[in-house]
Structures are given as C-alpha cells and as structure tokens.
C-alpha cells in the first residue's frame, strides 16, 4: 500500500507561484512514477505532469514551462513547481502513484491523495 498526503496549496494572485508536495509512505516510491493530476469544477480530471522511477517527465502542454515536477526519492516525496499562474490553473491538484510507466488517464494510478485547492485569483 501507499499513502499520499498532499500539501502546499492555496490562493495566489496572477502570475504568482506555489510548491506542491506529495509525501508517499511506504517502501516502494522509488518504484513507482508519481504524477500530478487537477480537476477543475465541471470537468475532468486532467494529468499535469509525470516523472518515472528513471526520471523520464511527461508535462501537459497547458503547463509546459511554466509547471516543473520532481522527486526526492530519499524523502519520498515528489514536488509540483508552478509558476505564471493563470486564472485557468485554479483546481483541486491531486498526487497519484502507480507502479511502470506514466499513464496519461486518471484509472492506471491506484493510489491518490486526498488532493489540495490551487486557486489562482486576483
């Protein structure tokens, strides 16, 4: 089993920044790939960003260059640098694990956290 216990967000004006952190329990995040994901009200759930056990990234386009994940393995624990933030950007950011490669769809990943607001508002 793995635990996820997200923290680090909050409200943040236009262009501001914020760190996301995911702390993992358990012996087997090394393993594992670690990925972000948001769902914004009304609509899906979306990946943000995945990082293997090898370092391979995969960010969404809609992030891309403003959004930087990774990981410290010996705590466990995987970050989501976010800067520029966009009114668009508001959502609840959820950190998901799964054992293999990256998934870019939400049901591969058997292991959430109970996600952190991101809301990004003037």
């Known amino acids: 089993q793995v635990q996820l216990v997200e923290s680090g967000g909050g409200l943040v004006q236009p262009g501001g920044s914020l760190r996301l952190s995911c702390a993992a329990s358990?012996?087997?995040?090394?393993?594992?790939?670690m990925a972000w994901f948001r769902q914004a009200p009304g609509k899906e759930r979306e990946l943000v960003a995945a990082i293997t056990r090898g370092g391979t990234i995969n960010v969404a386009d809609s992030v891309k260059g403003r959004f930087t994940i990774s990981r410290d393995n010996a705590k466990n624990t995987v970050y989501l640098q976010m800067i520029s933030l966009k009114p668009e950007d508001t959502a609840v950011y959820f950190c998901?694990?799964?054992?293999?490669?990256?998934?870019?769809?939400?049901?591969?990943?058997?292991?959430w956290g109970q996600g952190t607001q991101v809301t990004v508002s003037s």
């Open positions: 998901a694990a799964k054992g293999g490669y990256y998934a870019v769809s939400q049901s591969p990943y058997p292991y």
């Open positions: 358990g012996r087997t995040f090394s393993s594992n790939t």
